[in-house]
């Protein structure tokens, strides 16, 4: 029972409500305050004629535009309890015969599923790299080349579109073997596919070294301190002229930071949790270091701290 307010009784009273007929009495005066109401909540009756069948789910998974039946095709399972007979049954035969023109692309989105959900992508990052696989595989140029990294290039670009990047290092962990120089040409092979398609350039998205600062701080485990700091010295250092990728700025960033905090992170850690090499680190950290008063907020660190800094 809740609480609503009856007109009637011109005060809030206890509601009863009848499950059978959908209404939502007074319990003190009984007017029927709302009629055939629907209940949304889930249901978890079982209709099922085998005792053993303890699954409730009826329904099958939402639409998909990008499939030639919109995803609400039917696929006659195996029971439980089956025999390893039951696909050379009527059914199974024919099951088997009714050729599916969206069988390839089905087991595409779902290897692209199964990569975001292991890099812990929303959901709207999947989605891009559906249409986008859809729209490369429409112009059949795919036969003969590397499957897994033309997903993962997929993913990679959908990724960058929706100013969410991953590094290639982290895509190429999740591509099922798929190497870097693999998913790079991949993702070169795309592009122009679809720019050939649209007939102009491809919109990638701008990288900037902040997109991954976050992520590197929290597998490093640092202090939210620490990570306020490094995330204003790399606003500050996209106004200097350091011809460094993003990632490797980021990665000297926090090097640096770490460096003036009291729990320091070992070089090999901060390259081991943002996949730069340690050279590539030093040189980074080599270009930065002269900026290091203008990078480094005055209220992280003084000008005592800065001068104890460690000289690339």
């Given at each position: ?9 011109k005060?809030?009273t ?14 003190e ?19 099922a ?58 087991q ?42 033309i ?22 962990s ?6 870097k ?43 939210n301190?620490?990570?306020k ?20 700025i ?63």
């Open positions: 029972m809740a609480d609503l307010y009856c007109p009637d009784c005060r809030n206890e509601v009863v409500f009848d499950h059978s007929a959908g209404d939502s009495v007074c319990s005066c009984g007017l029927v305050l709302e009629a055939h109401s629907i209940d949304e909540r889930s249901e978890w009756r079982i209709f004629n085998e005792s053993g069948d303890n699954d409730p789910v009826r329904v099958g998974g939402p639409t998909n535009p990008l499939l030639a039946d919109g995803g609400l095709s039917t696929v006659i399972s195996k029971p439980n309890g089956a025999t390893g007979d039951y696909l050379s049954s009527s059914l199974g035969r024919w099951q088997n015969r009714g050729a599916n023109p969206d069988r390839s692309l089905i595409a989105f779902k290897a692209i599923a199964t990569m975001s959900d292991r890099l812990g992508l929303v959901a709207t990052i999947k989605d891009r790299a559906n249409e986008i696989y859809k729209k490369v595989e429409d112009q059949k140029p795919l036969r003969g080349r590397n499957q897994d990294a997903l993962a290039a997929c993913l990679y670009i959908a990724c960058r579109q929706e100013d969410k990047p991953r590094t290639v290092k982290e895509i190429c999740v591509a099922n073997g798929a190497t120089k693999e998913i790079g040409r991949a993702k070169e092979f795309i592009v122009k596919q679809l720019e050939v398609e649209m007939g102009q350039s491809m919109e990638m998205g701008t990288i900037h070294a902040g997109d991954f600062l976050r992520r590197f701080c929290s597998h490093l485990g640092m202090t301190q620490a990570v700091a490094a995330q204003e010295a790399v606003q500050k250092s996209e106004e200097l002229d350091i011809r460094r990728s993003p990632i490797s980021a990665a000297a960033v926090i090097y640096m930071i770490t460096q003036l905090s009291d729990e320091k992170k070992l070089l090999k850690d901060i390259s081991l949790a943002t996949g730069v090499a340690e050279g590539t680190i030093r040189n980074s950290y080599k270009d930065l270091y002269p900026y290091a008063s203008k990078l480094i907020p005055c209220w992280y660190a003084k000008e005592e701290d800065l001068r104890n800094l460690c000289s690339p």
